[in-house]
């Protein structure tokens, strides 16, 4: 299906409306074109002649008297034309009755079809492999969701209240203008395939201009989101000014790209209206010699009628002629908004795949992996945890510690090798109730612009505050949330930056603490935090791991001396695993990491 073809399927939700628009509009146009076809009987009126001649006339004169000629028709001059006026009164009312309701269905279509797409595509984001996040900037996906997705109504602006607006239009006026003169018609209709031409590589021109026009604006988005979130650094290092040029820089570029699109969009109009301009005098100038003289074949109201119904046709005529341009620009957010949508997803569950249940071991058999076929981050690891267990991961920066634990939850899938869990693949189960047996915590703590009671219950809207005050107290939080302003239900801000480090440690190991889950993951998560912070932290770290199976990964070996099993991770590899005393005797890399931290 083509991209036009897919921005337009977004409708069939909305057929009832779409329907109703579409006669309405209809409708509309149609009432509009009469009210210049009563322009022949008002004329005949005023000067004296039968408002509708009797048995001749043009064709369009003859659809009038047989739709509304007894209620033209009148005793005297006087009557007749005062009906003529009632009747053009009543038509115009109809008419933008009718408008109106077209505009109001239109805007509710419209902005059914941008929430769709916006909604799909947010959801579509959330099953993305995590890759793409990575080597994609937060900024342009927000101006794809928010920017791109309501430049697409214009799309569907175009289309309903515009293109088929004026399309029925000019039906209804190249209609009437064959029934009041089929030669001048004609005229018109042979140089309409000129404007084509003339306009054709202007469209090409302003679409490719829009393409680099959306791509920066997603720049600019990006830009004023990474300053957002990196406030602090640009004035520690008082780059103010440097930033500020930075976004000068790109917002001059935008300015400029707009510039050259609109430079050759805005120049359809002016070249449509002369065009129309001209054709309109060649009609005046053929028609005047048809309908003056001893041989006239063209009455003179009908030639005014005609002149009046051809320049009114020169608007909805000049806004499809700019209808190609127009939709340039909504046309390359489209393209930006269905290439994310086209990207393959990689979450959800596949068929044949079981709900996961543990209940005694979880397995690593030569696992591998590597990010999008670059070098392996992991070689050939191969071990085993038993329930209850606790399992930490050691090693120098960059050894793929974090990666090993990723693997667990199946946010990403190993290159080579498999993770068992009671003998089972975790690939045959789905990653929803994969997910549900584990709580994670890390040192980059995730909290949301939400309440206290919100951040702790995340995801869940069956816990209750008696439950949660539960999970906070276990996780050393409920005494610093208590002395908030408003205790649980205290907005945290933007990523919980009124707390500190171990405040929000402490919000996130309440979290898991509420889940109660067999199997938890923690990723340094007592790193970087003072020494009365790490004490609290790790005395809700004990009760969260108390009768739990745990993978930690941790810098500070005295969070792991009491583990089951240490392994030792070196550029991927396993270089040594076994307890805190037997790798301290063995004299290798995990007693020289001890050695570095406590002996020197």
């Known amino acids: 299906m083509g991209r036009s073809g897919r921005l337009f399927s977004l409708l069939r939700p909305y057929t009832f409306l779409f329907v109703a628009n579409s006669v309405a509009t209809l409708v509309a146009s149609v009432m509009d074109g009469a009210t210049f076809v009563l322009l022949i009987p008002f004329l005949r009126t005023l000067f004296g002649q039968q408002a509708i001649p009797v048995g001749g006339g043009s064709s369009v004169e003859r659809v009038l008297a047989a739709v509304a000629g007894p209620l033209l028709a009148a005793g005297s001059p006087e009557g007749a034309l005062r009906n003529v006026v009632a009747v053009l009164l009543g038509t115009l009312v109809l008419k933008n009755a009718l408008s109106y309701a077209a505009a109001v269905w239109s805007i509710a279509i419209q902005e059914g079809v941008v929430r769709d797409l916006r909604v799909q595509l947010f959801e579509h984001l959330q099953v993305l492999p995590l890759g793409f996040f990575q080597r994609t900037r937060g900024g342009q996906l927000l101006a794809r969701v928010i920017s791109d997705t309501d430049q697409v109504k214009t799309t569907v602006t175009a289309a309903l209240a515009s293109l088929l607006q004026n399309i029925s239009l000019i039906v209804v006026y190249v209609a009437i203008l064959v029934g009041l003169s089929w030669r001048l018609t004609l005229i018109a209709l042979v140089c309409a395939p000129l404007l084509v031409l003339i306009i054709r590589p202007l469209v090409g021109k302003v679409r490719r201009r829009s393409r680099e026009q959306v791509e920066d604006r997603g720049e600019l988005t990006s830009l004023v989101s990474e300053l957002v979130g990196s406030i602090k650094l640009v004035r520690a290092y008082v780059a103010e000014g440097f930033e500020a040029q930075r976004f000068r820089r790109l917002a001059d570029r935008y300015r400029r790209r707009v510039l050259r699109a609109q430079r050759y969009a805005t120049l359809t109009s002016p070249l449509s209206e002369v065009f129309a301009g001209v054709v309109i005098v060649l009609i005046f100038f053929v028609g005047t010699r ?17 002149i009046a119904v051809a320049l009114r046709l020169m608007s909805p005529a000049k806004s499809v002629a700019n209808y190609p341009t127009a939709m340039a620009g909504a046309l390359a957010a489209a393209d930006r908004v269905y290439e994310v949508l086209d990207l393959e997803a990689e979450e959800g569950d596949r068929p044949g795949e079981q709900p996961a249940r543990f209940a005694e071991r979880i397995e690593y058999r030569d696992v591998s992996f590597s990010y999008d076929g670059q070098a392996p981050v992991l070689r050939d690891v191969d071990f085993a945890v038993c329930r209850g267990q606790v399992a930490a991961i050691v090693g120098p920066s960059g050894a793929g510690k974090t990666t090993l634990v990723d693997l667990l939850p199946r946010f990403y899938e190993p290159t080579g090798g498999a993770i068992h869990m009671d003998g089972t693949p975790i690939t045959r189960f789905t990653r929803r109730s994969l997910r549900a047996l584990m709580g994670i915590v890390s040192q980059e703590t995730i909290l949301l612009n939400d309440t206290v009671f919100a951040n702790i219950a995340y995801g869940r809207s069956d816990f209750s505050l008696a439950q949660v005050e539960a999970a906070a107290r276990a996780g050393n939080a409920h005494d610093f949330i208590s002395h908030l302003p408003a205790g649980y239900e205290t907005l945290l801000g ?15 190991i309440a979290r898991a603490l509420l889940r109660d889950p067999p199997i938890l993951i923690l990723d340094e998560a007592t790193s970087a935090l003072d020494t009365e912070s790490e004490r609290l932290v790790q005395e809700a770290i004990d009760r969260l791991m108390a009768h739990r199976t745990v993978l930690v990964i941790a810098h500070r070996l005295t969070t792991v001396r009491h583990a089951d099993l240490i392994v030792v991770l070196s550029e991927g590899r396993i270089v040594e ?3 805190h005393d037997t790798l301290f005797a063995a004299g290798g890399l995990y007693r020289r990491f001890y050695d570095l931290q406590f002996r020197v």
């Open 494 to 508: 933007e990523r919980g930056t009124r707390l500190s480090g171990g405040e929000r440690q402490r919000i996130a």
């Open 577 to 579: 695993r076994g307890t």
């Open 290 to 306: 048809w309908a003056l003289g001893q041989a006239a074949t063209l009455r003179p109201e009908v030639l005014i009628a005609f």
